[in-house]
């Protein structure tokens, strides 16, 4: 059986962060198409949670995938944010080998 990651990643918008991909028709949500332009994507991910099997990185920086999460909880300060990215990849122990490279695509990291 296939198609299954297509449709948890079309459910939660994921489709959004990777250029140039086209979507057709719609997915409704209490009634509400998930796809229409007034819908908010950070609400609707925050309602449409997902947990991947396997570390899978979005199709951003580094620092932009440890930063995701809070700025979609509205943190807008770049110095509290550059804070907890420097934590939690020191967390993760992965700030010595990542911090000169914190703006790479995060698909570059090995599993």
């Known amino acids: 059986m296939g198609g299954r990651t297509t449709m948890l990643r079309s ?22 198409n998930i796809y229409d332009s007034d819908v908010s994507v950070p609400e609707l991910r925050r309602r449409v949670g997902m947990v991947f099997e396997l570390p899978t990185p979005l199709p951003m920086t580094i620092f932009d995938n440890v930063a995701y ?13 550059n804070q907890i990215v420097e934590e939690a990849l020191t967390m993760a122990v992965l700030w ?5 490279r914190l703006h790479t695509p995060a698909g570059r990291l090995s599993g």
């Not at 459910?11 to 509400?32: A, C, F, Q, S, Y």
């Not at 909880?73 to 509290?80: D, E, H, I, L, Q």
């Not at 010595?96 to 000169?100: R, T, W």
């Open 69 to 81: 999460g809070p700025r979609l909880t509205g943190m807008k300060s770049s110095a509290t944010v």
């Open 96 to 100: 010595d080998e990542v911090k000169d």
């Open 11 to 32: 459910l939660n918008r994921m489709t959004d962060l990777t250029p140039k991909t086209m979507v057709e028709g719609e997915i409704l949500l209490d009634g509400k």
